[in-house]
């Protein structure tokens, strides 16, 4: 079985060969970074028309990269939601268009489940069930991964999620969008507290998060001291550490109350280094395997998304002429279908 992906609710325009028996055959992505960075974050309308530009020259590099034809395809993967509407309206319009033009059927895949699933594009992938952490910009939630399609989500954000918190902060700092890999870069030259941040909902139980509390700090701080370079840095390095280690902290507690084995890491932020390091600290002490994707594939990707679309299809799941594309779609919504 061959699906070829299509991913475009939010900023990157991805395509993607996925064959069940070879693996990943070929992989492209056009990053609009560039595009919204004089905005200091997404604008959806030039999303939306750059990614009617980006697919098509990207869908025909995949396929030539790939050696295949239309006809060597099983199914047309692509992000149905969440995630910008228009975006998705794009991607999902052309995927069913290829779909009926090809003749062969549509597969509408959820975002986060590309994510969650994108580990299994490694070499020596994760057997469920697992417990994954998920971190992008628009997510934060730890999940109980009993199988596909059967998710329930232990704890997440009850305000910013952890990327939005790195985006917006990188703002405050003057730093360029996206904010999570500035940050951390900026972070490097910093010392470790010098500023000191909270740790939102580690005094309490429970597997929630906060972080819109670490914004607000990092404006504090900022207000206390000279706009220069060190004393940025130091802001950096604290808020990076404060994420950071409530984030591991929560995934420490969710191994424990779940006895799980295996924690997989996915999401944008999934591809910070502080994070993977904590993270597989913890794994060592708990006993469990950690496991994450290769940083490009953290980040939005068109793997995940073949990936997820030939799992689903495997199991005879495609969708008929319909275009669904929605901007909120909760992942536990998957496991209730799937029941
Ligand atoms: O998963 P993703 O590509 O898009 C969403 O589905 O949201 O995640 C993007 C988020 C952004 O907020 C970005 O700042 C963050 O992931 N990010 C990082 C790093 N690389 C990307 N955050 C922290 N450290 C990084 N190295
Ligand atoms: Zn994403």
Redesign the pocket.
């Known amino acids: 079985m061959r699906v070829i992906g299509v991913e475009t609710?939010?900023d990157?325009t991805a395509v993607a060969v996925y064959d069940r028996t070879r693996g990943l055959l070929s992989h492209r992505l056009y990053s609009q970074v560039s595009l919204h960075r004089p905005y200091g974050g997404v604008v959806p309308e030039l999303a939306s028309r750059d990614h009617v530009r980006r697919l098509l020259p990207l869908v025909q590099q995949c396929l030539e990269e790939s050696g295949s034809s239309p006809a060597d395809l099983d199914g047309i993967a692509y992000t149905a939601g969440p995630?910008l509407i228009g975006a998705l309206l794009v991607g999902a319009g052309f995927a069913r268009s290829l779909a009926y033009a090809w003749g062969k059927p549509a597969v509408a895949v959820h975002?986060?489940e590309g994510?969650l699933l994108a580990p299994l594009l490694e070499a020596d992938p994760p057997a469920f069930p697992f417990l994954a952490l998920l971190?992008?910009?628009?997510?934060t939630q730890l999940i109980d991964v009993a199988g596909l399609a059967r998710y329930r989500i232990l704890g997440e954000t009850l305000d910013d999620?952890?990327?939005?918190a790195?985006?917006k902060t990188?703002q405050l700092l003057g730093l360029p969008?996206?904010?999570?890999?500035?940050?951390?870069a900026l972070a490097e030259q910093g010392h470790s507290g010098r500023v000191v941040f909270p740790r939102p909902m580690l005094d309490r139980p429970g597997l929630e998060f906060s972080f819109s509390g670490l914004k607000t700090a990092a404006l504090v701080a900022l207000r206390g001291r000279e706009p220069d370079e060190p004393g940025r840095a130091d802001i950096a390095r604290g808020f990076?550490e404060a994420?950071v280690e409530t984030l591991a902290e929560k995934t420490r507690r969710a191994l424990l109350a779940t006895g799980h084995r295996r924690v997989v890491v996915?999401?944008?932020?999934?591809?910070?280094?502080?994070?993977r390091g904590r993270l597989a600290a913890i794994a060592r002490a708990t006993g469990a395997r950690l496991y994450f994707p290769r940083?490009e594939f953290?980040?939005?990707?068109g793997a995940m998304i073949a990936l997820a679309g030939c799992l689903r299809l495997s199991r005879g799941e495609h969708q008929g002429l319909a275009l669904g594309a929605r901007a909120q779609w909760d992942l536990a919504e998957l496991t209730a279908q799937g029941d």
Do not use: M
């Open positions: 609710s939010c990157e995630g975002h986060l994510h971190v992008s910009g628009g997510h999620a952890a990327g939005e790195f985006d990188a969008y996206p904010g999570g890999p500035a940050i951390a990076e994420v996915a999401g944008g932020v999934g591809a910070n280094q502080r994070l940083a953290c980040t939005d990707n």
